[in-house]
């Protein structure tokens, strides 16, 4: 296999105070997710609550999603937490475990439930999670600076609403992975998922 150059990330690592710039990451890469399946979204909204935490979220269109695309959609923001915990977005085992990880504790919490919890990306992702998880990190390793410049735009002027029209330009019109980084992130999930 040929080395790879990936693309150094300029908002990370991040502090991990930081509420607002890890929601806006973590909501950019869901867009970046949609825009690669070929799905708009309606906007990005982030406003704090009542004491003060950042509330967001991805506002989507009310059509049906097929379960792959959900699943892609879906582990989009999870997938950039991890680049942002690890503060790199090169396929490496611990990013890959500590996604796997959290998607076993999340099921293992939700276990006997039968509605997810509204929102949580891990449980929303449905059956194809893992599957999918090669082509989404691979397609965050590829497309990391749309994600960190729509996130720049999010935080922009603290506004409230940043719409679908404003992001997309950020973005490149057929958002591609290469195969080799899917493949250097598919041993990376293989070697994590390895028992000890």
């Known amino acids: 296999m040929t080395s790879h150059a990936y693309p150094a990330p300029t908002m990370l690592p991040i502090d991990r105070e930081d509420e607002q710039t890890s929601t806006a990451l973590h909501e950019c890469a869901h867009a970046l997710a949609y825009i690669s399946v070929g799905r708009d979204f309606r906007h990005i909204d982030m406003e704090p609550d009542a004491d003060s935490n950042v509330v967001a979220m991805l506002v989507t269109h009310p059509r049906r999603i097929d379960?792959?695309?959900?699943?892609?959609?879906?582990?989009?923001?999870?997938?950039?937490?991890?680049?942002?915990?690890?503060?790199?977005?090169?396929?490496?085992?611990?990013?890959?475990?500590l996604i796997l990880d959290r998607l076993d504790e999340a099921r293992a919490l939700d276990e006997g439930d039968e509605h997810p919890e509204p929102g949580h990306d891990l449980l929303v992702a449905g059956p194809h999670a893992e599957t999918s998880l090669s082509v989404v990190l691979s397609l965050l390793t590829a497309h990391w600076s749309s994600v960190e410049a729509m996130a720049r735009?999010?935080?922009?002027?603290?506004?409230?609403?940043?719409?679908?029209?404003?992001?997309?330009?950020l973005v490149p019109e057929r958002p591609e992975v290469d195969f080799e980084v899917i493949r250097a992130w598919a041993d990376a999930l293989n070697t994590a998922q390895q028992p000890d």
Not at 67 to 81: H, I, N, S, Y
């Open 67 to 97: 379960a792959w695309d959900r699943a892609v959609t879906a582990m989009a923001g999870p997938a950039a937490e991890a680049f942002m915990y690890y503060g790199t977005t090169a396929p490496a085992t611990d990013t890959a475990w």
């Open 153 to 169: 735009l999010v935080l922009a002027g603290g506004q409230r609403i940043t719409t679908y029209g404003e992001l997309r330009p």
